[in-house]
């Protein structure tokens, strides 16, 4: 009975269940605290996936102007051409060749880990797996049509934010500017957004990032640690 579900008492599995999904369907979000694109490509991107080639695009120019050396992204994909001594590349080169390296894995491996999205506003934003989607887009740029779907596991929106910190932390570590963000949005989904006990809440992320602004005031918003403080019996 238990092995074939006779017995109502067996437990949840908690399985996830993760669907081809388009990758134009779904957003970046833009106040994840790990950069997957390099600041000075990215520039003031509101995460809309139309605009992902052309930034792939910048930035493979970028990262071949510092390397000096061009890039054959389709042999890179195809796993070949891969012997570049990059010690002396700046970081825009590596972290470039790094993202072609991940779509060169997902292509000999499959997706071993689906990316998760959450809904907000009518649209799928990505809580965890942004590099691998950005793969996902190098390879259809260059690849094909095959690529131009992911697998993705829906989320809950409540705490989603919690589960994006244990992502961003269990992995490759944070810079301490990505981990300063991190902790502010920790701060402000701990304390209520909105509101918070005070009765004020927090402005959201469109509210002060317009026109090209620049994004360090939305997190600055609980730089004053002696209002902000972290609610008791949270601290851990």
């Known amino acids: 009975d ?23 369907a779904i957003w970046a979000d833009v106040k994840q605290p790990r950069r ?21 695009d910048q ?16 042999q890179l994909l195809n796993g070949a051409g891969d012997g570049f001594d990059t010690d002396n ?15 060169q894995g997902i292509k000999m491996d499959g997706l071993i880990n689906p990316i998760t999205v959450v809904e907000s ?10 590099r691998r989607w950005l793969a996902y887009h190098l390879l259809n740029m260059f690849l094909g049509e095959t690529w131009a779907r992911i697998a993705a596991a829906k989320g809950n929106t409540n705490d989603s934010v919690w589960r994006q910190a244990t992502e961003n932390t269990a992995r490759r570590a944070l810079n301490p500017i990505g981990m300063a963000r991190q902790i502010a949005l920790l701060i402000m989904a701990a304390r209520g957004t909105p509101p918070m006990a005070s ?29 902000h403080r972290i609610p008791k019996g949270m601290g851990e």
Not at 59 to 74: E, N, R
Not at 89 to 103: D, G, K, T, W
């Open 2 to 24: 238990e092995i074939y579900g006779g017995s109502p008492e067996i437990p949840d599995s908690g399985r996830v269940v993760a669907r081809p999904t388009p990758i134009n």
């Open 59 to 74: 930035w493979l120019k970028v990262a071949q102007d510092g390397a000096g050396v061009a890039f054959d992204v389709v």
């Open 89 to 103: 590349f700046p970081s825009v080169s590596q972290e470039f060749l790094a993202l072609a390296r991940l779509a």
């Open 199 to 227: 009765g004020t809440q927090y402005l959201e992320y469109e509210e002060i990032v317009k026109n090209g602004t620049c994004d360090r005031r939305y997190y600055a918003q609980v730089a004053d640690g002696s209002i």
């Open 121 to 130: 506003d009518g649209k799928l934003l990505i809580e965890s797996g942004e």
């Open 36 to 56: 997957a694109i390099p600041l000075s490509i990215r520039m003031h991107w509101d995460g809309n996936p139309d605009a992902v080639p052309k930034l792939l």
